[in-house]
């Protein structure tokens, strides 16, 4: 089944404490990217990559961390989270412009 | 600055009843329009894409139009389900080295009733 995999799907942290927020897609795309969504605001693009090794910052960039190593795989990174990271963040692949989002990592950051 | 805006921010109906969501943008160059819904607490999944030189697209009860003079987009839901209610999100990506630069809307909250 092609989909978009996010773990965690829940966490709760203290500031400070580095996390990672995998995202892995099996449908081969080449593009993908973050995405935080919070009340009011809708979805903000965080980082996005066109490809293996090519990232980009996208509107809300501050405090994150991404790497693409591999084609498959796109983590998320919060070196030192504060509580103005409590949020929910998607993960999405795309190839020929639709984008398939995970199911969510909601994560509070105490 | 690329905006776009939707409205109404939210819309309650009943049942069976027809609506329709409007998606105003200021993306340019611009390549493509796009609508999704979101069910709460899940991830948005794709309704329509449509490009410049495209009107009108439908899927199923979902009927999308684009004007591309006026940037102006609907998403029209014919006969309206429970299953329906989810917030619609517009997102408009530009052209060209920004293809994937996307404008996401804050969406529409739509709530059916029986």
């Known amino acids: 089944e092609a989909q978009v995999t996010q773990n965690p799907r829940y966490l709760i942290t203290v500031t400070g404490k580095k996390l990672t927020v995998t995202c892995s897609q099996n449908m081969n795309h080449e593009y993908m990217s973050w995405y935080r969504q919070d009340p009011g605001l809708g979805l903000r693009q965080i980082y996005y990559?066109?490809?293996?090794?090519?990232?980009d910052k996208g509107d809300v960039p501050e405090g994150y961390k991404v790497s693409r190593k591999e084609k498959r795989n796109f983590p998320l990174i919060l070196e030192s989270p504060s509580p103005n990271q409590t949020s929910l963040y998607f993960c999405a692949s795309s190839r020929g412009g639709e984008l398939f989002f995970g199911e969510g990592s909601r994560l509070t950051v105490l | 600055k690329n905006q776009v805006e939707q409205s109404p921010q939210s819309l309650i109906i009943l049942e069976g009843k027809n609506c329709t969501l409007q998606c105003n943008y200021t993306v340019s160059p611009f390549s493509n329009l796009r609508w999704y819904k979101q069910d709460t607490g899940r991830g948005p999944v794709s309704l329509t894409i449509m490009t410049f030189s495209e009107n009108t697209k439908s899927n199923g009860r979902y009927t999308a139009t684009l004007d591309a003079d006026t940037k102006q987009s609907s998403l029209h839901i014919t006969a309206s389900q429970l299953s329906d209610s989810a917030s619609y999100i517009c997102?408009?990506?530009?052209?060209?080295?920004?293809?994937?630069?996307?404008?996401f809307g804050k969406g529409t909250l739509l709530t059916v009733n029986p």
């Open positions: 990559s066109m490809n293996v090794e090519v990232t």
């Open positions: 997102v408009v990506s530009g052209s060209g080295g920004s293809n994937y630069k996307l404008t």
